[in-house]
């Protein structure tokens, strides 16, 4: 298994500009989030999924929209970037909501000018 | 306040114990979390514990828990220059479809 994979590594972006997080995961989860991580901060939630065609708000989900069409793949989107939105974005997979163990991927280091 | 605090810095030498604290406020936390993060790389979870228990060892690692004073601590035994990294705490509370709240981490140096 590959566990959570998350392209591109590393992006710079323009104010206004937008672009798409690409998360996936091969160990068959139903349960996958993304979190942005602030110097200094802790992880935030931004948006989750319990399953495919369900999402739902984290604690700072404005900026970014989410979908989840298949189990495999959960998006992030940023439709216009804005500088606040400077951070590095971690997707995570769990097997249910009633199981421990989250994976996390590697992350996306996102830099909006 | 804050949902869930850490101390920001820890700094110890090679081979003496590490003891990285927490504390969080809601007592209807499920389990509780230690995630390390080393330099840019993703979290990797190092271990948990649910609250009812008090205490959970893992080879290098003792979680000890006081529900009553909401404290949880991380001691590493025998700390190495690896283990040197941001430490999380994180709690997951009930009917949060088990959504995690982070602490804002802990940076251990480990000095040889």
């Known amino acids: 298994n590959a566990g959570v994979t998350q392209t591109p590594k590393f992006q710079v972006l323009k104010t206004g500009q937008s672009m798409t997080l690409q998360c996936a995961q091969d160990?068959?989860?139903?349960?996958m989030s993304w979190y942005r991580q602030d110097p200094g901060m802790g992880l935030r939630l931004i948006h989750y999924?319990?399953?495919?065609?369900?999402?739902d708000q984290g604690e700072v989900p404005n900026g970014y929209n989410v979908s989840r069409s298949t189990t495999e793949d959960f998006p992030l989107r940023l439709l216009s970037a804005a500088p606040s939105q400077t951070s590095v974005y971690f997707c995570a997979s769990r097997l249910d909501r009633g199981q421990e163990t989250q994976y996390f991927g590697p992350g996306t280091r996102l830099l909006v000018l | 306040g804050e949902d869930v605090e850490q101390s920001l810095f820890l700094s110890v030498r090679e081979g003496d114990s590490s003891v990285i604290n927490c504390t969080y406020t809601?007592?209807?936390?499920?389990?509780l979390y230690w995630y390390k993060q080393e330099p840019g790389a993703g979290l990797q979870l190092l271990t948990y514990?649910?609250?009812?228990?008090d205490m959970k060892q893992d080879q290098r690692l003792t979680v000890l828990l006081n529900k009553k004073d909401k404290h949880l601590s991380l001691r590493i035994a025998d700390t190495q220059t690896g283990d040197s990294a941001i430490y999380f705490c994180?709690?997951?509370?009930?009917?949060?479809?088990?959504?995690?709240?982070f602490g804002k981490g802990t940076k251990l140096s480990v000095k040889p």
């Open positions: 999924s319990v399953g495919a065609g369900i999402t």
């Open positions: 514990i649910f609250s009812n228990m």
């Open positions: 994180a709690e997951s509370k009930e009917g949060s479809q088990g959504n995690l709240i």
């Open positions: 809601d007592s209807s936390s499920t389990y």
């Open positions: 160990m068959n989860h139903e349960y």
